[in-house]
């Protein structure tokens, strides 16, 4: 994990509000706001906080679902240039989703329940490499293998088969392009705990195999500790801590990221005696001039109202907040 497959820089995403059909919007939202980060080839990246925290948003603007307001996302596969992917012409973009692909957080909506499972994962390859026929069922039926499902489920519908069922549907249409990236949005938060577990270690499995890098976005703290080399923590648009995941959970800098940490339910009730209560976050608010976390961190001084926080790299972890390292 030495050289970056992802560059994300100043990227900006936000949308008008107010004014009407044909009034002038009468103010933005800043779902993504001025971030930068790098994703290492083979590691996976996990980027999580709450509802209404921008990470969702954040990971439809690398897959160009959504056009960024601003900023830059450079794309490198292996043995060819970095590209560019905002703003970037169709054409030149096309070749480029067979390296990035992405696993949808619903495995019910995002699968078309009126084609078969050969044409949801073989679509793809028929467009990309011209694949028909018994050379198309070959490979699909391969795909299904690797994801842990039969050669048979190939003229199956999606609503012959479970949730993880479907999900591993997903992942097999995923791979099928011998992807080196792949954004997995909530990949796992509709399952039941038995089949989370089951994907995550299939999704673990595929990344030693094919040689993968994810970007995992999840706002569950128990399976990115189980699953990501790193962590974005996003409050409200911004990235507020980036961190490896062990030094993370050991010592976190940013007071967002320890009322996540102390949100997390205990369920030994001796273990959780003398913890106290996590501070409120669940609040869409936020200050337009100083830190968007001032009105809930218990912490908070003038400062922090009046003065937009800094970015402070603190025993390698990157912090944005006026007294990271101090208290």
């Keep these: 994990m030495t050289d970056p497959i992802l560059e994300v820089r100043d990227l900006d995403m936000h949308f008008p509000i107010g004014g009407g ?13 001025d971030i930068s980060f790098d994703v290492m080839r083979g590691e996976t990246f996990g980027i999580v906080g709450e509802s209404g925290s921008g990470k969702t948003t954040l990971g439809r603007c690398i897959m160009q679902i959504l056009k960024p307001t601003d900023g830059s996302i450079k794309f490198k596969a292996k043995d060819k240039a970095p590209i560019e992917l905002v703003g970037g012409e169709k054409d ?57 499902l039969r050669r048979e489920f190939l003229l199956r519908y999606p609503n012959a088969f479970s949730g993880g069922q479907r999900q591993r549907l997903g992942i097999a249409r995923a791979l099928a392009t011998q992807p080196e990236l792949i954004v997995a949005d ?100 936020a200050s337009k001039t100083g830190c968007r976390f001032a009105s809930r961190c218990p912490h908070a001084t003038a400062l922090c109202q009046q003065s937009a926080p800094p970015r402070k790299v603190i025993n390698g972890a990157d912090v944005l907040c006026h007294f990271a390292g101090e208290v």
Excluded at 21 to 33: H, L, S
Excluded at 106 to 112: E, G, I, K, V
Excluded at 191 to 212: G, K, M, P
Excluded at 230 to 242: F, K, P, S
């Design 92 to 148: 030149k973009l096309r070749g480029i989703w067979r390296d990035i692909r992405m696993v949808f957080q619903d495995p019910q909506s995002s699968l078309n329940p009126r084609l078969r499972v050969i044409e949801l994962v073989g679509q793809c390859l028929r467009k990309s490499e011209g694949l028909s026929g018994q050379a198309l069922a070959d490979r699909v039926g391969n795909l299904l293998e690797q994801v842990g």
């Design 186 to 285: 909530e990949a796992v938060s509709a399952l039941d705990v038995s089949i989370q577990a089951q994907t995550l270690n299939l999704l673990q499995d595929l990344q030693e195999e094919f040689d993968l890098t994810y970007v995992f976005i999840a706002h569950d703290l128990a399976v990115v500790e189980h699953v990501c080399d790193r962590i974005a923590v996003m409050y409200l648009g911004q990235v507020v801590e980036l961190s490896t995941t062990e030094e993370l959970f050991a010592d976190p800098k940013h007071p967002y990221t320890r009322a996540l940490l102390e949100a997390v339910p205990i369920p030994d009730p001796r273990a959780r005696r003398g913890k106290r209560a996590p501070v409120a976050i669940s609040d869409g608010s």
């Design 21 to 33: 059909f044909f009034g002038k919007p009468t103010d933005i939202v800043r779902a993504v706001d």
